[in-house]
């Protein structure tokens, strides 16, 4: 008999989430360009209407969310009872996990997918089994190889967090269709509103058509990071489920006034998309050389390889970044510890951030 509460030793397996740093050198001012923010800030009109409901504080918000999934509906075409709501689309994948795994399940995920998918598998008590990448890219027959009768979740991130690859329509459904019926697909499309890919899907069709696929969203990346508001799209079964689950209250009314206005002003959305292609592009062209391997992305940020061979790594490079007050995502916990992810910022802090880059090369 322990002398002190156990816990479930499923949680013992975690590696608990570290988010990217946020300060500079001392005395420096930080450009922070890790966590994958809007550079152009939030939407005006939600900043607005965060600061008209202030006055609410001590009043409940709407348990059911109503005007917020209403919102999110029409500017999507989606049925609002099938749209569900978090704290940020963290909370909706770990309610997933826990409507969906019991210990000695499985869920498959991608080799570098995003950390919270096995934080989350084991909080449930579920094996994390991870499906080897091509060229850091999902592999589809990797993914379907991985599955077995003890999976019960496929995550897929799509665009992908960090390598900011993707899956086309045409991957995506084969992956969908190589699925049995009980094995539930989820879709986490947190950086869909910065895709230009002519060929890339959202998977609301898969949604509609099938009764294994949920999409997940966030406002995370379009202004409301701080807020932390999610959704998800879902079968009418999963929402039965889901709401058993979901806590009454649990996105703060503030928060959901914001994001409320934020999903309505479509025309800062597509100003964000615009100046992160401009911004994406141009630093991918910058970089893309034999001295920093720089991919093309479909999200609001960028990975970049480093070599060896060139004579000093990332770490070095992101000593020299930090010097200069520029902060980006050192990529160790993602077992990619010879590469950088950079956030897209504003046009001046990329410019430095380049110049800093060439200026090593020059060394």
Not at 16 to 40: D, R, T
Not at 276 to 286: G, I, P, S, W
């Amino acid at each position: 008999m322990s002398d002190r509460p156990q816990v479930n030793p499923s949680i013992l397996e975690i590696a608990a989430y570290v988010p990217g740093k946020s300060k500079a050198a001392p005395g420096i001012e930080p450009i922070k360009l890790s966590a994958n923010e809007s550079p152009l800030g939030a939407s005006p009109k939600a900043i607005e209407a965060y600061r008209y409901h202030s006055g609410d504080l001590a009043i409940y918000p709407d348990g059911s969310t109503s005007e917020l999934r209403k919102a999110i509906g029409e500017v999507h075409g989606l049925d609002p009872n099938r749209i569900g709501v978090g704290s940020g689309s963290d909370e909706l994948l770990h309610l997933i996990a826990q409507l969906y795994l019991q210990p000695g399940d499985e869920a498959v995920m991608s080799q570098f997918g995003f950390l919270v998918y096995p934080i989350v598998t084991r909080g449930a008590g579920g094996r994390p089994v991870f499906a080897l990448e091509t060229d850091l890219k999902t592999d589809v027959d990797a993914m379907l190889a991985a599955v077995n009768e003890k999976t019960k979740i496929v995550y897929v991130a799509n665009p992908n967090n960090p390598t900011g690859s993707y899956l086309s329509a045409d991957e995506l459904d084969r992956l969908h269709a190589g699925l049995p019926k009980h094995v539930l697909l989820v879709i986490d499309a947190a950086y869909a509103e910065y895709v230009d890919a002519p060929d890339y899907k959202l998977g609301i069709d898969l949604v509609d058509a099938h009764e294994n696929v949920v999409m997940t969203r966030t406002f995370s990346k379009i202004g409301l990071a701080n807020l932390r508001v999610g959704w998800l799209y879902g079968p009418a079964h999963f929402m039965d489920v889901f709401n058993r689950l979901r806590g009454p209250f649990n996105v703060n009314g503030a928060a959901m006034k914001a994001a409320t206005a934020a999903v309505r002003d479509v025309e800062f959305t597509a100003k964000l998309k615009a100046h992160n292609k401009r911004m994406r592009d141009k630093l991918v062209a910058e970089l893309q050389s034999n001295w920093f391997r720089t991919r093309a992305s479909q999200g609001n940020f960028v990975l970049t390889e480093f070599s060896d061979e060139v004579g000093y790594t990332a770490k070095d490079a992101f000593e020299a970044l930090l010097a200069r007050g520029l902060v980006v995502r050192e990529m160790g916990s993602y077992s990619l510890p010879h590469a950088l992810r950079i956030s897209i910022g504003h046009e001046k802090d990329m410019t430095l951030l380049m110049q800093v880059l060439h200026g090593m090369r020059k060394n």
